[in-house]
Nanobody, 117 residues
Framework: QVQVVESGGGSARPGGSLRLTCAAS????????MGWYRQALRKERELVAR???????DYGDSVKGRFTISTDIAKNTVYLQMNNLTPEDAAVYYC???????????WGQGTQVTVSS
């Protein structure tokens, strides 16, 4: 069984920062990449950022230059540093972990991020 647990969500003011953490545990091996997605109210889930075990990154256009994804593969953990937050960043943020195993696609339950003055 695999657990993917996000933490670090909460409230921030516009222009503020938050740092999200996601840790995968359990019967998980062969991680290929980890990432963050978000879903705002009445919107589809969208990519925020992904990172491979080789350090290659991919960002959604709306967060480029403001958010930074990093990982500690030894700890099966991925981080998302979010700076210069705007109200449009408010959403539930989900962590995703993919592995080499067939069906190796795991999601956390999400963490809420609110941005308001």
């Amino acid at each position: 069984q695999v657990q993917v647990v996000e933490s670090g969500g909460g409230s921030a003011r516009p222009g503020g920062s938050l740092r999200l953490t996601c840790a995968a545990s359990g019967n998980i091996f062969g991680i290929t990449d980890m990432g963050w997605y978000r879903q705002a109210l009445r919107k589809e889930r969208e990519l925020v950022a992904r990172i491979t075990i080789h350090g290659e990154t991919d960002y959604g256009d709306s967060v480029k230059g403001r958010f930074t994804i990093s990982t500690d593969i030894a700890k099966n953990t991925v981080y998302l540093q979010m700076n210069n937050l705007t109200p449009e960043d408010a959403a539930v943020y989900y962590c995703n972990v993919r592995t080499v195993a067939r069906g190796g696609d795991f999601w956390g339950q999400g963490t809420q991020v609110t941005v308001s003055s």
